[in-house]
Every structure is written in C-alpha cells, then in structure tokens.
C-alpha cells in the first residue's frame, strides 16, 4: 500500500495551493484516520491482503499454541479421569484457579462490548477501526470462560444437569443458585456478543465475497447471508445495530455484577460485601480495555495494519484505561476501608495476610500494576501513542487484575470463621497447564480468526471517512463531520 | 398407612464430658462409608471426616490447656449451603429437620462447602480405596459415594429410618433412645446425645434448656440443630 500514500480520492478537494495550509492537511491525515481517507479498493486490499498471508512466523505461532490447548485437553481428560484431587484444590479452598480464570476471561471478555456497543452509542468516532477487533476478543473470552465452570465440576460429565430442559431426571435446576444466574447472564451477553459482532460483520463478509475467488469466495458467499449492500438492508442493518448496542449494556452491567454475586451472596467473610457488584464491573471493564489494546498492537504488527490503528487509537484507548484505573483504585479502596471499619476478625486477618503475610508479594505487586503504573505514566502523552511502552502498561494491567481475581477467591477462601479449618492453596501443575492453555485457546482462536474474519470493520471506517472532513473557513482548518440519516 | 409425625432431630454435645478421644470418628468412617484417605492427603487438608474433633489451645506450655469440639454438619433449619446448590442436591427434609444431601445429584460444583461456615462438608477428590480387610465391613445401608460429590454428615439417617419403619410396623411411637447414630452410640463418655427435639419427654429437649447451651456461630442465623453445652470453667 505504500506506493499509493498520497493517493487521495478523486471527490476529495485538491490539495490547496497555499504551502502552509498544504501542511497543516497533511499533518491532521497523519494523524487521523477518518481525514484520511483512500480509494475504497485500496482500504479492502489492507484489511484482505494480511489475511492471505501465513508466514512462518504464523504457523510456528500456531503450533506452539494448538500444543498448548491440546495440553489443556490432554489434562482435563486426565484430571477427569483420576478425579479433581490432582490439583492443589483443598479444604476449605474449594474454588481456585479455575475459578479465577473463570472470573478474569469474562471480565476480559467485557471490553470488546463496551467499546462497540458503547462507544457506538455515545458516537465516538473513533472507536471504527477498534470495534471488530474488541467485538472478537469478547467472543473468544467468553468461550474461553465459559470453560471454566465445566473444567471445575468435579463430574464434568454431568455438565447439562445444570442446564434448565425437560429431563429424564424430572428435575428442574435450582434458581435459587447464583450459578443459575450466572449461567443464564453469560449465555445471554454471549449469544448477544455473538450476534452483536456478526451483523456488524455482514457488509465485510460481503466485501470479502466480492474480492475473493474459490474456496473462500464459497465460504463467503455463505457467511454474508447474500448481502447486496441496498439501502433497505442498510436500514435494517443500521436500526439492528442500535437495538443491540442499547440492549447489551445493561447485559454488560449485569453479566459481570452477576459474576460477582457468586461471591457476594455467600456467607465467606471477605465475599460477603455489597461493593462487589460495581467493583466487578469496573475491574472486568479494566483488564478488557487493556486486553484490547494489546491484542490491537499484536494485529497492528503482525496483520500490518498500521494505516488503520494509529497512535491516535492507542491514546483514546490509553486515556479510557486511566479513567478506570482511578475508579478501580476508589472502589478497591471501598473494599478495603469497609470492612477496616467494621474490624471483623476474619477480615482484619485476610487484611493482615495482605499487607504482611504470605500474599504480600502479590498484593504490592497488584497494588503497583493497577494503582501506581498506569497513574504513574497514562497521563503522558508520549506513553499513550507509544505503543511497546503501552502494551508494557497494559501487561501489567493484565498481571495485576488476575492477581487480584487471585486475591480474591483462593486467598480469602482460606480464611473463615472457625480457625481450624484455615488453609493455604498451593498452585499444582494440572491447573497451571490448563491456565496456560486459556491463555493460549484465546490466542488460537484469535489466530484462525484473524485469517477468516477481516478485522478491521471496512465498511465502519469508510462510513467515517464518508462523514468527517476538513473545512477551511478562513485562514482556519475546521474538521466537519456529518451525521447519516 | 399411617403418617410419620414431624421431627425435630437434634444433637446435643456436652463439651464439659467430651475428652476428645475420636470414638465418634472412628463409629462414623466405619457406619457411614466414610473412605479413609492417606496420611499424605490429610497433611495436604484433605481429611475425611464426617465428625471430626477441633483442638484449639489455650495459653502457653506448661500452663496449656486443650479444647476440644466435636463438628459435625449442624443440620441448620435454614442451611447455606441449600440454596447455593444448582442442581437440588442438597435439600431439605421439612419433616425430619435434616439437611439432606443426594449424592447421585450432585455434580460437584462445591459452592455448598464454600458457603458453608462450619467447613462440614467433604470433596470427594478420588474415588475411594477401601483396602483389605475395610472392605469386608462396607455398609450396605449407605451409598459408597464416587469421586467429584459432595458428603456430608447425615445424622446416620439410615438408622432414623430403620427405627421409624420398625416403630411403624409395631404400630407404636418411637421411644426416645431408640434412634443412636454411630458417634451418639460410641461416646464412651455419653457427650453425645440424639434424639427429637419435638418430643417434650425426650433427653434433648430437657437437655435443650440448660443454661450452658448454645449454638455454633449463632449470630449468622442458620438455626442450627446441634446444640453444644459450654465446657470449661462454666461448671465450677
């Protein structure tokens, strides 16, 4: 795409005589993507060409991972078989590891969402070239999670009891259960997420169709459900669009509200607390925003897709995760003042093993990656556009929010009320393995996606670039933007 | 057929009598099927057992003093760990007062013992080994549960039942005394007693009233079924 940097489209305005006004238009289309606009053909080529490409560097990748999930598979059949007492699991630490994956894919699974759905409603235009990439990730997360409350069961066979059908056992599940509920609330914001993402996918699966021969033409021509591009499927398109993206943020709220309830509704001192519904929200909003930037600086590198994600996105985003940096830090710090006020004995105790104990390694090491790292460089421009020192930040986002998911369930499941039953959880490897194997099942998923799916939405980008403009009144460059209709 | 009256099953534990010599655990592995899992697995917090005795200490050596209490499911009227269940396989029993646990429904989610505040609860975390000669004295009247359910104490409800049908089939009222779980019936010192709370004449409802009685973490309002009578200088 090089070769045709300066190409501008023919509608556009020639370039203005004036040297200095000449610059000015230059430097605002270097830095924004919707005043840079290119022939359509070409903006199809950047997102198409990448997903033809499999280097070698992709296919090591994909090794490397699949044996990774493949080893996950290999010790859920193993851990099956012999039963859950090959993990560190323990009295009283009942819930672990899986649970805490379990916890921290779905809370990464609510970026994507919110900054589609969100965003979309609030009209911020420049969330256009991140929304598909977010939109996938939460799809993948979501599954990924999804996972994890079967991988814990310890007959995970029996899965579908949990499932409410009509059945031989004459038995309804209990709605009594957060599980139920959690259930209920994940399959929902799923099957939405799922929804959500593939009609804003349409009219890329149809751009795919028309650019592509053979195979992936048929497979195109499948997926796009035979989209025209007429303005009555626009219509219907856009009206879709907008009812999911008003109706998924209360799912949104509540999915991971729900999650939290898993704990808050027990009677577990350290679990039992009110604030836990919101400071879910925040902190699964929290660790999803920062996944998305970095699986947008992964696809930027390796799809390279530099003309679409620019520095301009990594700041928006940058400034969106500092903005929840701050509410996470307020609403850990109600977590931790309430029960300090009520002095508890159980509380002060997890407290104490907090500051001083055995966990005090891994709470200051969540207390830096999540209060004082983003506070300590998110305000600087200069590390918000740049994007090695944003994906560092956003590493330890993501190290410091499974950390404190980790806090959370094994480390206050130690403690209760009768003291001789208290005890310490030591990680074992069946469990490390399958949560490596999350970990890689997410990126697999994001691998094969990345070669079907463009990730970029083209027609959300053009739409934009339609819109936006740049006005010169006067001796002055004001950008314009129009609103469809 | 005539209707079983309702019940109140309640325990009493005197902790002024118990000396905490583990007669109770032993009656109960060997009542209740209970599988008996290595030395390694118990250091690693993965004992067994449906009773067990908590030790806590008091002062410093040599002016040490041992408390101990024996902690069995405390059958609560309002149990925690019912509602959290997904899948019904904890349930109560509104005629008998007991917390019931269907083994055969359960998929082992373990949130009951996570909201349980007593830990009474057992995680089947292999299947069991019963090794020669245990396995000649399984008792055929209690399942032998596999690995990834849940267990817990029943208050021996297949003795409650074998007392009830036999009482019916004589056509009489059960006699206070006649249903003894395993650990009632092996308290060498009789700390233990069981019997039916609805039942004016009985032990425990006499024993019900004594001023040393209470309830295990009472405040959190599970109305539990066992009822200890406070050890200790209480008596002096």
Redesign the interface.
């Known amino acids: 795409m090089s070769e045709r940097q300066h190409d501008r489209p023919i509608w556009r305005h020639p370039m203005p005589k004036d040297e200095d006004l000449a610059h000015q238009i230059e430097h605002e289309r270097e830095q924004h993507l919707l005043l840079d606009p290119r022939y359509p053909l070409h903006i199809d080529e950047g997102v198409l060409d990448p997903m033809y490409r499999q280097g070698r560097l992709f296919w090591l990748v994909c090794v490397i991972v699949g044996g990774l999930v493949a080893a996950w598979g290999a010790t859920w059949l193993v851990q099956m078989f012999y039963g859950l007492g090959i993990t560190g699991l323990k009295r009283p630490v009942m819930w672990a590891l899986y649970i805490v994956n379990f916890v921290y894919f779905i809370g990464v699974g609510h970026a994507g969402t919110f900054i589609s759905a969100a965003l979309r409603v609030l009209k911020v235009e420049w969330r256009r070239p991140i929304s598909r990439a977010a939109e996938t990730l939460t799809v993948f997360a979501l599954i990924t999670a999804a996972m994890f409350p079967i991988v814990h069961l310890g007959r995970s066979w029996k899965f579908y009891w949990l499932l409410p059908y009509p059945n031989e056992r004459q038995i309804w599940p209990s709605y009594h259960s957060p599980l139920l509920w959690d259930l209920t609330a994940i399959l929902t914001y799923l099957s939405c997420s799922i929804l959500f993402a593939y009609i804003a996918l349409l009219p890329d699966f149809a751009m795919a169709r028309d650019h592509t021969i053979g195979w992936r033409h048929t497979l195109y021509d499948i997926l796009s459900l035979g989209w025209r591009g007429t303005e009555r499927e626009w219509g219907n398109q856009e009206t879709a669009l907008n009812v999911f993206s008003f109706g998924i943020i209360p799912v949104m709220f509540s999915v991971h509200t729900i999650v939290s309830w898993d704990f808050a509704m027990t009677l577990q001192p350290g679990w039992h607390s009110t604030v836990f519904g919101p400071y879910f929200v925040i902190g699964a909003l929290f660790s999803g925003v920062a996944a998305v930037i970095m699986v947008m600086a992964i696809a930027r590198k390796g799809m390279r897709l530099e003309y679409f994600l620019r520095p301009e996105h990594f700041d928006g985003m940058a400034k969106f995760l500092l903005l929840l940096s701050f509410a996470w830090d307020y609403f850990y710090f109600n977590d931790v003042l309430v029960p300090w006020y009520g002095q508890d004995p159980v509380e002060k105790t997890i407290f104490a093993l907090l500051t001083g104990g055995y966990v005090s390694p891994i709470f200051y090491l969540m207390i830096f990656s999540n209060v004082i790292l983003p506070a300590a460089t998110l305000w600087s421009k200069r590390v918000r556009t740049s994007i090695p020192a944003l994906f560092v930040v956003c590493l330890f986002v993501q190290i410091g929010m499974y950390l404190e998911r980790y806090i959370i369930v094994p480390v206050t499941l130690g403690q209760n009320y009768l003291p001789f039953d208290w005890g310490v959880y030591t990680l074992y490897l069946p469990e490390s393995l399958i949560t490596v194997g999350a970990f890689a099942l997410v990126a697999f998923l994001y691998l094969i996606a990345s070669r079907f799916i463009p990730l970029i939405p083209v027609w959300e980008v053009y739409e934009g670039q339609v819109l936006q403009g740049l006005r010169r009144i006067g001796r002055a460059l004001v950008k314009t933007r129009a609103e469809p209709d | 057929m005539a209707e079983f009256p309702n019940r109140k099953w309640t325990m009493v534990i005197d902790l002024d009598k118990c000396t905490g010599c583990g007669a109770c655990v032993v009656a109960c592995h060997a009542e209740n099927n209970v599988p008996i899992v290595t030395e390694q ?1 118990v250091i ?4 067994q057992h449906w009773i067990h005795i ?3 200490w008091e002062g410093d050596f040599p002016d040490i003093k041992a408390h101990f ?1 024996p ?1 069995l499911c405390q059958q609560c009227s309002r149990a ?1 760990c ?7 396989a904890t349930v109560h029993s509104e005629r008998e007062n007991l917390n019931l646990q269907v083994y055969n ?7 009951c ?3 349980d ?3 009474v609860r ?6 069991p080994v019963f090794e020669e000669p245990l396995n000649q004295q399984l008792n055929p009247d209690v399942t032998v549960r ?5 267990e817990k104490c029943t208050f021996c409800v297949q003795r409650i039942r074998r007392a009830e049908e036999a009482a019916l089939v004589e056509n009489r009222p059960l006699q206070d005394n006649e249903v003894l779980p395993a650990c009632v019936q092996t308290c060498p010192p009789a700390a233990l007693v069981f019997g039916d709370l609805n039942d004016p004449n009985s032990q425990v409802a006499h024993l019900a009233t004594d001023r040393r009685k209470f309830r295990l ?1 009472e405040e ?1 309002g599970t109305e539990p079924q066992v009822i200890y009578l406070k050890g200790g200088e209480s008596h002096v």
């Open positions: 697995e690693r917090g993965r004992g908590e030790r806590y209490l902690l925690p019912e509602p959290v269940c997904p899948v019904y429904r359960c998929v082992g989610t373990r949130y013992q996570n909201n505040p007593y830990k057992f995680f089947n975390w292999f299947d596999s690995a990834g359910v849940m973490l959190l």
